[in-house]
Nanobody, 127 residues
Framework: QVQLVESGGGLVEAGGSLRLSCTAS????????MGWFRQTPGKEREFVAA????????AFGDSVKGRFTISRDNAKKTVYLRMNSLKPEDTAVYYC????????????????????WGQGTQVTVSS
């Protein structure tokens, strides 16, 4: 069993930056591809970024490429999402996800292999 707890959300002005963190419990964090998704009311959950267990491969959604980066510290069981040049359209609840099957690119294709989700953290970007 793995529990994921996100933190770091909040209110920021357009053009600003935030760093989200997702810390996992459990002893098998190292074996999971970790990712971030986001969701706004009435819309489907959208892929944001993913990183393989080794950190050697990453993937990003088209809307965040060049602005967001993802990293992980397996010793701390934590994955980070650094968000720069934030836009009002980045406003959403951001969810951390753990996937024991997919690599970073295949996590971008869908959520059917996601094993665990965090509870979400709100990010609001004001214009």
């Amino acid at each position: 069993q793995v529990q994921l707890v996100e933190s770091g959300g909040g209110l920021v002005e357009a053009g600003g930056s935030l760093r989200l963190s997702c810390t996992a419990s459990g002893r098998t964090f190292r074996s999971y591809t970790m990712g971030w998704f986001r969701q706004t009311p009435g819309k489907e959950r959208e892929f944001v970024a993913a990183i393989t267990w080794s950190g050697s491969s990453t993937a990003f959604g088209d809307s965040v490429k060049g602005r967001f980066t993802i990293s992980r510290d397996n010793a701390k069981k934590t994955v980070y999402l650094r968000m720069n040049s934030l836009k009002p359209e980045d406003t959403a609840v951001y969810y951390c996800a753990a996937d024991s099957v997919s690599n970073a690119q295949s996590m971008a294709a869908g959520t059917k292999f996601i094993d665990y989700w965090g509870q979400g953290t709100q990010v609001t970007v004001s214009s």
